[in-house]
């Protein structure tokens, strides 16, 4: 099995979020950049619907993900490539469209292939200090919170089969 | 303080290594001020002013002994801190796990060595 995820606190901007996984870093890499792998995994909260997924894989291009749950709400964010070297490391600025996370943040991904697993670190900067504990705080945990609750009642017949 | 402010303290109290560095030492007991600044290239009065920090977030707390004031750990709000920390990891693990199953998935035809 892989090293567990931990989330690091590793300066008063940043989230550091790093998690082991089972496969060829060219592999994983495909798995954060090709919509239809994205769209996979990157499911938002449980119990919502993965309704747009567009990804222009070039340094300027662009992303857009939405997620909609079944009460019509619709969550979005999207953001622009900064930097893309695959299998290896990819930069892009992100930016949900309620804008909880006060304003864009940049998301720096380094894939490290050791073996056949590949590490991945996900630095994520905030515009502020105050940014990044409202992203800890608010927004994501609470709302995905909702999310899961909502889901474990409707799956009770176990993991959907992908 | 409410839970919004009293997280905002200990956040803003951990964000720093000197702070971090002074709650490990004083994982292992109590310290003095003296004894606190030892380690570090630093004055008293430095360090007085990271425990203060500490203390405002309760994270440290003082104790009765007049002269030494020793300084101690408290628990409590860095348990509250890493709740929140520990809910915005779960969000993510609940994707990752996914993307595990999907690279099983996506290896299992291509190589079919019995994992």
């Known amino acids: 099995m892989p090293a567990p995820l931990s989330v690091e606190l590793p300066s008063d901007r940043e989230i550091l979020i790093t998690r082991d996984f089972d496969g060829p870093a060219d592999l994983v890499f495909a798995c954060w950049t090709q919509p239809k792998l994205v769209r996979r995994w990157l499911t938002g909260p449980d119990g919502w619907e993965f309704v747009t997924c567009e990804i222009d894989l070039r340094v300027g291009g662009k992303y857009r993900f939405v997620w909609k749950n079944v009460d019509g709400v619709v969550m979005g964010m999207g953001g622009t490539y900064r930097e893309i070297k695959p299998a290896k490391r990819l930069v892009s600025s992100e930016l949900f469209d309620e804008d909880w996370t006060g304003g864009e943040t940049i998301s720096t991904i380094d894939f490290i292939e050791e073996g056949k697993r590949t590490r991945t670190l996900n630095r994520i900067v905030y515009s502020s200090k105050e940014a990044r504990d409202g992203a800890l705080k608010t927004g994501m945990a609470d709302g995905m919170e909702a999310g899961y609750r909502r889901l474990d009642t409707m799956l009770a017949d176990g993991p959907a089969k992908v | ?115």
């Open chain 2, 1 to 115: 303080m409410n839970t919004s402010d009293r997280l905002d303290a200990t956040f803003l109290a951990l964000a720093d290594p000197t702070r971090r560095a002074i709650l490990t030492r004083l994982a292992k007991g109590e310290a003095s001020v003296a004894e606190l600044a030892e380690p570090f290239a630093m004055s008293q009065p430095a360090i007085s002013k990271h425990l203060k920090i500490l203390e405002r977030a309760g994270l440290v707390s003082q104790g009765r002994r007049a002269t030494s004031r020793p300084r101690k750990i408290e628990a409590a709000p860095l348990a509250e801190a890493n709740q929140w920390i520990e809910r915005y990891r779960e969000v993510w693990e609940r994707s990752f796990s996914k993307l595990d199953s999907l690279l099983a998935e996506l290896q299992a035809p291509a190589t079919d060595t019995k994992n």
